[in-house]
């Protein structure tokens, strides 16, 4: 399986973006997704997670400004960002939740690259 994220780039403060992973390989559809974020100098933070259902749950920072979603049949999980800050400048990751604790880093696996997100103020 492999995972692929774009979609990032520079935006203003209060902008938006949408984010895309696209899986090619293993079909992932049965499969929980999850995004992460890792901004310079600090560690990999956990952003959503969506269910193969298209369930969404999210970290307190993003939520109500960023919502995630999936189209199997495209075998493609989505993040929409609105009124993004400059806190959320960060490079993005997507991978499979393999099980346990849905925030946390070592719960998933077969990351993709991620994809700069640039919030100027």
């Known amino acids: 399986v492999q995972l692929q994220a774009s979609g990032g780039g520079l935006v203003q403060a209060g902008g938006s973006l949408t984010l895309s992973c696209a899986r090619s390989?293993?079909?992932?559809?049965?499969?929980?997704m999850g995004w992460f974020r890792q901004a310079p100098g600090k560690e990999r933070e956990f952003v959503a997670r969506i269910t193969w259902s298209g369930t969404s749950t999210y970290a307190d920072s993003v939520k109500g400004r960023f919502t995630g979603s999936r189209d199997n049949a495209k075998s493609t999980v989505y993040l929409q960002m609105n009124s993004l800050k400059p806190e959320d400048t960060a490079v993005y990751y997507c991978?499979?939740?393999?099980?346990?604790?849905?925030?946390?880093?070592?719960?998933?696996?077969?990351w993709g690259q991620g994809t700069q997100v640039t919030v100027s103020s």
């Open positions: 390989g293993r079909d992932f559809s049965t499969y929980a």
């Open positions: 991978a499979i939740f393999l099980g346990g604790d849905y925030d946390a880093r070592r719960s998933y696996g077969h």
